[in-house]
Protein backbone atom coordinates (compact mmCIF):
# COMPACT_ATOMS: atom_id res chain seq x y z
CA UNK A 1 0.00 0.00 0.00
CA UNK A 2 1.54 3.46 -1.04
CA UNK A 3 0.46 6.32 1.12
CA UNK A 4 0.55 9.71 -0.34
CA UNK A 5 0.26 13.17 1.61
CA UNK A 6 -0.05 16.62 -0.03
CA UNK A 7 1.03 20.08 1.51
CA UNK A 8 1.58 23.58 0.43
CA UNK A 9 -1.57 24.68 -0.58
CA UNK A 10 -3.07 27.96 0.23
CA UNK A 11 -4.49 31.30 -0.54
CA UNK A 12 -2.75 33.21 -3.57
CA UNK A 13 -3.78 36.14 -5.34
CA UNK A 14 -3.25 36.07 -9.36
CA UNK A 15 0.15 35.92 -10.62
CA UNK A 16 1.53 34.76 -7.49
CA UNK A 17 3.16 31.02 -6.86
CA UNK A 18 3.00 27.99 -5.08
CA UNK A 19 4.57 24.96 -4.85
CA UNK A 20 2.68 21.91 -3.62
CA UNK A 21 4.38 18.68 -2.38
CA UNK A 22 3.27 14.95 -2.60
CA UNK A 23 5.48 13.01 0.10
CA UNK A 24 4.85 8.81 -0.70
CA UNK A 25 5.27 6.32 1.70
CA UNK A 26 7.41 4.15 -0.52
CA UNK A 27 10.56 3.92 -0.91
CA UNK A 28 11.37 1.47 -4.17
CA UNK A 29 9.79 4.28 -7.09
CA UNK A 30 11.87 2.80 -9.79
CA UNK A 31 8.88 1.68 -11.89
CA UNK A 32 6.23 4.39 -11.06
CA UNK A 33 4.14 7.50 -12.73
CA UNK A 34 3.62 10.26 -10.22
CA UNK A 35 0.57 12.72 -10.85
CA UNK A 36 -0.80 15.64 -10.08
CA UNK A 37 -5.09 16.46 -10.42
CA UNK A 38 -7.27 18.97 -9.73
CA UNK A 39 -11.03 19.41 -9.17
CA UNK A 40 -13.50 22.28 -9.52
CA UNK A 41 -16.55 22.39 -7.22
CA UNK A 42 -19.19 21.00 -9.89
CA UNK A 43 -16.64 19.83 -12.09
CA UNK A 44 -14.60 16.14 -13.02
CA UNK A 45 -11.11 15.62 -12.16
CA UNK A 46 -9.11 17.16 -14.16
CA UNK A 47 -5.51 15.84 -15.50
CA UNK A 48 -2.45 18.57 -14.76
CA UNK A 49 0.79 16.85 -15.34
CA UNK A 50 2.44 13.69 -15.00
CA UNK A 51 6.54 12.74 -14.06
CA UNK A 52 7.90 9.01 -14.39
CA UNK A 53 10.00 8.39 -11.70
CA UNK A 54 13.21 7.85 -13.62
CA UNK A 55 12.42 12.17 -14.36
CA UNK A 56 12.59 11.19 -17.96
CA UNK A 57 9.24 11.87 -19.41
CA UNK A 58 6.79 14.33 -18.16
CA UNK A 59 3.83 15.40 -19.27
CA UNK A 60 1.11 18.58 -18.89
CA UNK A 61 -2.08 19.62 -19.97
CA UNK A 62 -2.35 22.62 -22.17
CA UNK A 63 -3.11 24.96 -19.74
CA UNK A 64 -0.58 24.84 -17.25
CA UNK A 65 2.28 24.08 -19.71
CA UNK A 66 5.22 27.15 -19.30
CA UNK A 67 3.52 28.01 -15.75
CA UNK A 68 3.72 24.79 -13.94
CA UNK A 69 6.73 22.32 -13.55
CA UNK A 70 6.67 18.78 -12.11
CA UNK A 71 9.61 17.65 -10.46
CA UNK A 72 10.95 14.85 -8.08
CA UNK A 73 13.46 14.38 -5.62
CA UNK A 74 13.73 10.25 -5.16
CA UNK A 75 16.13 11.00 -2.26
CA UNK A 76 12.88 12.15 -0.27
CA UNK A 77 10.18 10.33 -2.00
CA UNK A 78 8.74 13.58 -2.42
CA UNK A 79 6.85 15.03 -6.29
CA UNK A 80 6.28 18.51 -6.58
CA UNK A 81 4.36 20.90 -8.71
CA UNK A 82 5.57 24.20 -8.84
CA UNK A 83 2.80 26.85 -9.83
CA UNK A 84 3.83 30.33 -11.29
CA UNK A 85 1.46 32.91 -12.66
CA UNK A 86 -1.28 31.66 -10.87
CA UNK A 87 -5.06 32.64 -12.35
CA UNK A 88 -8.18 32.04 -10.95
CA UNK A 89 -9.36 29.69 -12.77
CA UNK A 90 -6.69 27.01 -10.94
CA UNK A 91 -8.22 27.28 -8.28
CA UNK A 92 -9.20 23.91 -6.79
CA UNK A 93 -8.10 20.98 -4.57
CA UNK A 94 -5.10 19.23 -6.29
CA UNK A 95 -4.94 15.60 -5.75
CA UNK A 96 -1.39 13.30 -6.01
CA UNK A 97 -1.47 10.26 -7.60
CA UNK A 98 0.31 7.24 -8.11
CA UNK A 99 0.59 4.09 -9.99
CA UNK A 100 3.66 1.28 -9.59
CA UNK A 101 3.79 1.46 -14.03
CA UNK A 102 4.63 3.40 -17.06
CA UNK A 103 2.22 3.42 -20.11
CA UNK A 104 0.50 5.84 -22.12
CA UNK A 105 -2.40 5.78 -19.98
CA UNK A 106 -1.65 8.51 -17.76
CA UNK A 107 -4.46 11.42 -18.12
CA UNK A 108 -7.06 9.18 -16.66
CA UNK A 109 -7.96 9.41 -12.76
CA UNK A 110 -9.09 5.42 -13.23
CA UNK A 111 -5.72 4.51 -14.61
CA UNK A 112 -4.20 5.35 -10.92
CA UNK A 113 -4.19 3.29 -7.97
CA UNK A 114 -3.03 5.53 -5.31
CA UNK A 115 -4.39 8.85 -4.30
CA UNK A 116 -3.93 11.64 -1.52
CA UNK A 117 -6.44 13.25 0.52
CA UNK A 118 -6.21 16.74 -1.55
CA UNK A 119 -4.73 20.15 -0.83
CA UNK A 120 -7.32 23.53 -1.74
CA UNK A 121 -5.40 25.90 -3.98
CA UNK A 122 -7.29 29.07 -4.13
CA UNK A 123 -6.33 32.05 -6.27
CA UNK A 124 -7.88 35.40 -5.95
CA UNK A 125 -8.36 37.98 -8.66
Known amino acids: QVQLVESGGGLVQAGGSLRLSCAAS????????MAWFRQAPGNEREFVTA????????YYTDSVKGRFTISRDKAKNTVYLQMNSLKPEDTAVYYC??????????????????WGQGTQVTVSS
Open 97 to 114: AAKDYVDSDYRRPISYDF
Open 26 to 33: VRTFSTYT
Open 51 to 58: ITWSGSIT
